[in-house]
């Protein structure tokens, strides 16, 4: 069975930077797409980064020259470096591991970006 678990949310200056983590088991995770999503308080979860098998990545335009995605396989663990944090960036994030046509998704870790 695939698990995912997030990491390193919290509150952070606005400027600041935190790095996320999500570690998965099961399956075979270097064949996996993984993706960072976000969902604000009264929003619609959004994409905000994805990273393929072969390290191909793909960024929303809100984040991108800011946030940098990142997997190690021999660690099943895809990373999220946010940096030059805005109170925009607010959000619950998630972790999404994609196998072929299954769609697997972590819980959740909160960024609060605030002074």
């Known amino acids: 069975q695939v698990q995912l678990v997030e990491s390193g949310g919290g509150l952070v200056q606005p400027g600041g930077s935190l790095r996320l983590s999500c570690t998965t088991s099961?399956?075979?995770?270097?064949?996996?797409?993984m993706g960072w999503y976000r969902q604000a308080p009264g929003k619609q979860r959004e994409l905000v980064a994805t990273?393929?098998?072969?390290?191909?990545?793909n960024y929303a335009g809100s984040v991108k020259g800011r946030f940098t995605i990142s997997r190690d396989n021999a660690k099943n663990t895809v990373y999220l470096q946010m940096n030059s944090l805005k109170p925009e960036d607010t959000a619950v994030y998630y972790c999404?591991?994609?196998?072929?046509?299954?769609?697997?998704w972590g819980k959740g870790t909160l960024v609060t970006v605030s002074s």
């Open positions: 999404k591991r994609s196998d072929y046509a299954t769609n697997y």
């Open positions: 990273i393929s098998s072969g390290g191909t990545t």
């Open positions: 099961g399956g075979i995770f270097s064949i996996s797409v």
